[in-house]
């Protein structure tokens, strides 16, 4: 056996012989990987772990989902984090570099929509996807809090006279890929005007922000803000969050639960637009029906070439292998959902198809 180091930090919990800690030599090797924020928070969970067990070391950059895809196609990364498939153009750009990619999902989880309205304290706020929507478009009907689409959805709750302050993830981000996803899906007026992307065309007047972390320690400072995280940096920062209406007419929140009742959903629902119809193994978690699923949800994926080195490229095989199927068990304790079993089989099948040269 190979045995290796992780390094982002090192937790104090003492994984079971079962995870490999015997038989470990001393060698160790080194994989970086870099992207997407929203999975940041378990991948440094998984570096500590996982260095304990095998003895391998990761980096792990988290810049956004764009820095993944770039990084990686560049190759001077060895696995990207996006939480966007990569798009046609995208792809291409790809295979000119190192031929096909392959998209393995990580973990998913709910982006929930924080705010900070010291008046409304006590009371949980709730918004349609149309009016979100309308409020990411800077519709003149919904400027302040207090404005009647936002009261009627609120009854018996003082809403203050002030305007709302937008926030949005400056770089480009998967979040907000899948944010605006959900908005357009929303609104046609929002598809139009703004659309689906890592970066939108977002009006003027939204305040940008780096990171999940960037927007949610915005939020937290400023009175009178909305913005959107990955819900553990909702947690974290100790931030309210949005009851939103699903397609079912149910006000949810963005429990883990409700987020496995929407990939329950999804997954039986053949992808056909892009860019999840381009690959295996991706999925729009967005507006699921169920009358539990929480309407914005998404999957981090990890991607790689599906021709790897044949020093690293085991390492890094190996590591995605338990990331996907013994390291599920951290992913509730983060509050991401954890992948279903039918999906963990069959990332370890395609795992298994990555050729070594």
Known sequence: MICRTIGLFATAVVLPLALGLAGCSHSSQRISGGGATFVNPIMQKWSGEYKRAKNVEIDYVAKGSGYGIEQMT??????????????????????????????????MGAVAVVYNVPEVAGHRLRLTGEVLADIYRRDPSVQKWNA??????????????????????????????????????????????????????????IVGQEGNDGVA??????????????????????????????????????????????????????????PYSLHELTYSLTDAPGEKSYPICGISYAVLFARQPKDKGPVIVEFLKWATTDGQQFARELEYAPLPIELQKKITDRLGQITFE
């Not at 937008?166 to 480009?172: G, I, L, T």
């Not at 320690?217 to 909702?234: H, Q, R, W």
């Open 217 to 274: 320690g915005f939020v937290k400072n400023n009175p009178g803000t909305l913005g959107y995280v990955e819900a553990v940096f909702a947690t974290r920062n100790e931030l309210p969050t949005l009851l939103l209406r699903n397609r079912a007419g149910e006000w949810i929140g963005p429990q883990t639960e409700a987020v496995t009742t929407a990939a329950e959903h999804a997954m039986q629902l053949p992808p056909t637009t892009e």
């Open 148 to 205: 009647p689409r936002i009261a009627e959805l609120n009854p018996g709750v003082a809403l203050p006279d002030t305007d709302i302050v937008v926030v949005a993830r400056a770089e480009k981000s998967g979040t907000t890929n899948i944010f605006s996803e959900y908005l357009a899906k929303s609104s046609p007026a929002f598809a139009q005007q703004v659309g689906v992307s890592t970066k939108p065309n977002w009006p003027k007047g």
């Open 74 to 107: 560049a190759r001077t990364i060895d696995f990207g984090c996006t939480d966007a498939p990569l798009t046609a153009e995208q792809v291409a750009a790809a295979r000119q570099k190192g031929g096909d990619v392959v998209h393995i999902p990580l973990t």
